[in-house]
């Protein structure tokens, strides 16, 4: 079953540290970019960052960069995101998603399959 | 940063067809994708590359960029396309995600 499975969610003090993982299981998974998106409660959607498939160039969105680092284990067929010094407004339910490379060109890239989600809720 | 623009609702009464726009600068230089949300659920991609839908997606979901705008049309709208909507685009190495659109269905 093709299928992608995040964990590590959790409450946090502002300041602290908390390491996420994705299970991916069904695919190749050494042959995908993998990106993190997250959503703040009853909001949007925020992509955080993304990474790709030999872990060679990876990308954080203006908010995380700095505190944020994503990263991953083909040989586990794991995308991780290692979150630091985190406030208050980093509290969201974090997604993993699959990115199809369709071409050079990153316009033509999209998320094809995401996760159910973890939250990860950042309080004194 | 890059940011792009959708209207927070649009209703439409059930059997009708529905527009979701999403607006940004340089539109005609970027591929768009939209993504559906149910209430509770994880988004699913339901356009790609301004036009494609991936398969399972029905025929009377499409999508357009004129260069100015891009839009999500839902044609015979059914209570199952009740759900938030985004569009998506890359800019700079970045993602970008539009505000969403919640789509009621009268």
């Known amino acids: 079953q093709v299928q992608l499975v995040e964990s590590g969610g959790g409450l946090v003090k502002p300041g602290g540290s908390l390491r996420l993982s994705c299970a991916a299981s069904g695919f190749s998974f050494s042959d995908y970019y993998m990106s993190w998106i997250r959503q703040t409660p009853g909001k949007g959607l925020e992509w955080v960052s993304y990474?790709?498939?030999?872990?060679?160039?990876?990308y954080d969105a203006d908010s995380v960069k700095g505190r944020f680092t994503i990263s991953r284990d083909n040989a586990k067929s794991s995308l991780y995101l290692q979150l630091n010094s985190l406030r208050v407004e980093d509290t969201a339910v974090y997604y993993c998603?699959?990115?199809?490379?369709?071409?050079?060109?990153?316009?033509?890239?999209?998320?094809?399959?995401w996760g159910r989600g973890t939250l990860v809720t950042v309080s004194s | 940063s890059y940011e792009l623009t959708q209207p927070p609702s649009v209703s439409v009464s059930s059997g009708q067809t529905a527009s979701i726009t999403c607006s940004g600068a340089k539109l005609g230089n970027k591929y768009f994708s939209w993504y559906q949300q149910r209430p509770g659920q994880s988004p699913v991609v339901v356009i790609y590359q301004d036009t494609k839908r991936p398969s399972g997606i029905p025929e009377r979901i499409s999508g357009s960029n004129s260069g100015n705008t891009a839009t999500l049309t839902i044609s015979g709208t059914q209570v199952m396309d009740e759900a938030d909507y985004y569009c998506?685009?890359?800019?700079?190495?970045?993602?970008?995600f539009g505000g969403g659109t919640k789509l009621t269905v009268l």
């Open positions: 990474i790709s498939s030999s872990a060679a160039s990876k």
């Open positions: 998603a699959r990115v199809v490379v369709y071409a050079v060109d990153q316009s033509t890239w999209y998320f094809d399959l």
């Open positions: 998506q685009a890359w800019d700079s190495s970045t993602g970008v």
